[in-house]
């Protein structure tokens, strides 16, 4: 079957460092996608990585294993304005995005 | 802008209603997805359309109908509303190259 599971929610204090974790196992791979969701927003695209590795975008990196099937994201120097859900997402072979329910990011003061 | 266009934001429908979230789409993409997003669930796939002509059944489908005759335009019709279909709705589209999805500002529905 296809499941994707990441932990339902995490905290941390503004400045520090986090990464939140994800596993996956979907019908054939074409990437692995995290998104940003601000609360009562749409999901923004954040990420995407098809090969074994880390892929840095600013304060924002995202790494991918294929063969554990596993990734993370990876948040620095955090600021208030983190604080959303990020959803992780396998592409399968058809192209479909196979969700996780999404990780609630609580930012402290 | 390119993107997508929900309509409408927000409904409060009345049980056994019909109604039709409609979805448009600028971007030529040839995949449409719609979604209802419940807290706790994530994202679920209620239907979907590779492109203008077919379409195919997700995760949730049930008392939900969607067509696609054109490319842009991708609306999903609840035949007869039910309180449990009370959520948000995505509607979301790609160009299928691994380029991942573009998302709606999404309508949240209130079935009472």
């Known amino acids: 079957g296809q499941n994707i599971d990441q932990p339902t929610e995490m905290t941390a204090t503004e400045g520090a460092i986090v990464q939140i974790n994800c596993t996956y196992q979907?019908?054939?791979?074409?990437?692995l996608f995290w998104y940003q969701q601000h609360a009562g927003e749409a999901p923004t695209f954040l990420s995407y990585?098809?090969l074994d590795g880390l892929e840095e975008k600013g304060r924002f990196s995202s790494f991918l294993s294929r063969s554990k099937g596993y990734s993370y994201l990876l948040l620095k120097e955090l600021q208030m304005k983190d604080s959303a859900s990020y959803l992780c997402?396998?592409?399968?072979?058809?192209?479909?995005?196979?969700w996780g329910a999404g990780t609630k990011l609580i930012i402290k003061p | 802008i390119a993107g997508i266009t929900q309509a409408p934001t927000s409904q409060i429908l009345a049980a056994g209603r019909r109604m039709t979230l409609r979805c448009t789409q600028d971007?030529?993409?040839?995949?449409m997805y719609w979604y209802r997003q419940d807290l706790g669930l994530g994202l679920r796939l209620i239907h979907y359309?590779?492109?203008?002509?077919?379409?195919g059944k997700g995760e949730v489908p049930d008392g939900y109908s969607v067509s696609r005759a054109n490319t842009d335009d991708f609306p999903l019709t609840l035949a007869s509303a039910v309180p449990s279909q009370t959520s948000v709705y995505f509607c979301?589209?790609?160009?299928?190259?691994?380029?991942?999805?573009?998302f709606g500002s999404g309508t949240r529905l209130t079935v009472v």
């Open positions: 979301a589209s790609s160009d299928r190259e691994g380029n991942g999805y573009t």
């Open positions: 971007m030529r993409h040839n995949a």
């Open positions: 359309s590779n492109t203008a002509g077919t379409t």
């Open positions: 979907t019908s054939g791979f074409n990437g």
């Open positions: 990585n098809v």
């Open positions: 997402a396998s592409m399968d072979s058809n192209y479909q995005l196979i």
